[in-house]
């Protein structure tokens, strides 16, 4: 059993939707706030999203605000990121992350080195035009 899963990658066009659910396994007791992170090869893994444990607060990076949203669900322990208006240049691997707050820290939630417990495998997301 892995701590972190994600799913529902896959090839979309532009303009076109799609979400990702993360599920968390009974490994995780804690209350954690929950990123999603995403990765082109050679560079940084990039913070996407975040959304606390109650999901009353939630940041998102300026290159996916007004077209990314995360939600979760804690009854299931799932996390979602739902992508709306998909551009080539979303095409990455994205990972679900839970922090080791049940916050999302304002100026560090999108660091991936800063406070994440646990990562998933990530799933690819591949836009074309």
């Known amino acids: 059993q892995v701590p972190l899963a994600e799913s529902g990658g896959g090839l979309a066009q532009a303009g076109e939707s799609l979400s990702l659910s993360c599920t968390i396994s009974?490994?995780?007791?804690?209350?954690?706030?929950m990123s999603w992170f995403r990765q082109i090869p050679g560079k940084q893994r990039e913070g996407v999203t975040c959304?606390?444990?109650?999901?009353?607060?939630?940041y998102s990076a300026e290159s996916v605000q007004d077209r990314f949203t995360s939600s979760r669900d804690n009854d299931k322990n799932v996390a979602y990121l739902h992508m709306a208006q998909l551009k080539p240049e979303d095409t990455a691997m994205y990972f679900c992350?839970?922090?080791?707050?049940?916050?999302?820290?304002?100026?560090?939630?999108?660091?991936?080195?800063?406070?994440?417990?646990?990562w998933g495998q990530g799933t690819q997301v591949t836009v074309s035009a």
């Open positions: 009974g490994l995780i007791s804690d209350d954690h706030a």
């Open positions: 992350a839970a922090a080791d707050s049940p916050y999302c820290s304002s100026d560090s939630w999108a660091r991936a080195g800063s406070g994440y417990k646990y």
């Open positions: 959304i606390s444990w109650s999901g009353a607060t939630s």
